[in-house]
Every structure is written in C-alpha cells, then in structure tokens.
C-alpha cells in the first residue's frame, strides 16, 4: 500500500481565519514532505520532516507553521494567509534514507479570499 | 544545484500513437530520477524511477525510459497511447545530499486526440 491521504480536499478560508491541513500515511516512512503546487507550475517544496524532526525549511513565510505530532502525521497550520497562498497543498512521505521514491497524496485545494 | 529541463511545454499526439516526452537534467555526481503523471486537480502519482543499474527502466501504465548519462537524459516512451493518458507529466532528480530534495522539471502536458 503506497497510499498518502489528505484532509480536507478543498478548503476556503478567510485572510484572518485560522485553519490546519492534515497529512497521514501508514506506511512506516520516517520522512513527510509539504509542497506548493500553483496552477501550471511543478511542486515547490517547503517543508522536509525526518523522523518527526523539521530537517528542512525553504524558507517559508511563518504563516505557514509545519507540525508532526508522530511518525504517520504531519500538520500545515495556515494562519494569515495571502490571496497568493492560493495553491493546491500536497503531501509525500518515503523512507528517511537518502535515495528514497516519495509517495504523493491527493492534495489539498486552498483558496485564501 | 540539480536542475532539470522539459523542453516541451505542450505536447499533441494521436490516439494509439507513440510518445515520447525529453528530460534532461543537471546535477554533479549520479542523479536517481523520477517521472510522475497528475491528473487535473490531483496529486502526483509516481510512473517509473532509475536509481541505478539497467538503463532502460519499465514503468506502470506502459511506460518506459531511458538513462543516457551521456546526453545527461532520461526520456520517457509510450508504444502507443490512450486517451487516459492525457495529463501533465513531470520529470524529477533526487539529490542524495540534500535531505532526498527532489527538483521538478516544468512539466509537460500530454493531450490527446481521438
């Protein structure tokens, strides 16, 4: 099984609102990916967990705060957001090894209004 | 810094018709390369991946590609394609000494005609 889910598929949220996307995989990966993918455009990675520790930052603006609560969870707390910050949000997970294929999860379609 | 090209933003072929879509990529030591396929509105889901060994790497769904160091190319094929197939494809490199950070290529849209 090779399966990454996302939660929730869509979500519309406000300039001021405060809102969290989810990530779960049951895969035993150690290592848990958020990316930003804009219409037209290939995935942007912004944040890189390996075994629950934050390993990697492209420095993302701090409205966007990453979060694993355990080795199956990753979090992306959204607060502030831009109208720019619209995108489609994935996931990915693989092993924490170098040299590892990543899984991808459906995505979450964020619009900011 | 790895890098990778997709020369062909766009690509129109002919139902039953071959395929083939070019990558090619930079990167200093032996790159292990990806190529997804996304769905409109979808996430990424992974077609075939060269890490090393045979050249010449099957993947699901018919497809195929070819490692050439040489032309620093991993070019991917399809015999004869169906109008599932239509989609946006994506080439990648993982780079072992950067925390397994894949970089994408731009992408290139397969549409196909009936």
């Known amino acids: 099984d090779t399966e990454v889910t996302q939660t929730p598929k869509h979500l519309v949220m406000g300039m001021t609102n405060k809102k969290s996307l989810k990530c779960e995989q049951h895969?035993?990966?150690?290592?848990m990916y958020w990316y930003k993918q804009k219409a037209k455009k290939p995935p942007e990675l912004m944040f890189v967990?390996?075994?629950?520790?934050?390993?990697i930052n492209e420095s993302v603006p701090s409205r966007f705060s990453p979060e694993c609560p355990n080795s199956s969870l990753l979090n992306l707390h959204l607060h502030a957001l831009q109208p720019e910050d619209s995108a489609l949000y994935l996931c990915a997970s693989s092993q924490a090894s170098q040299q590892e294929t990543q899984y991808f999860g459906p995505g979450t379609r964020l619009l900011v209004l | 810094a790895q890098s990778v090209t997709q020369p062909d933003i766009h690509i129109t072929v002919s139902e039953g018709a071959s395929l083939e879509l070019r990558c090619n990529y930079s990167y200093g030591a032996t790159p292990y390369l990806f190529w997804y396929v996304q769905s409109p509105g979808q996430g990424l889901q992974l077609l075939l991946k060269y890490f090393s060994g045979d050249t010449l790497v099957q993947g699901i769904k018919g497809f195929e590609a070819e490692f050439k160091r040489s032309q620093s190319s991993f070019n991917l094929r399809k015999p004869s394609v169906h109008w599932s197939d239509a989609a946006e494809y994506f080439c990648a490199v993982g780079a072992r000494a950067a925390g397994n950070k894949l970089t994408f290529g731009g992408g290139t849209r397969v549409l196909v005609k009936p």
């Open positions: 895969m035993g990966h150690r290592a």
């Open positions: 967990y390996s075994y629950e520790k934050l390993s």
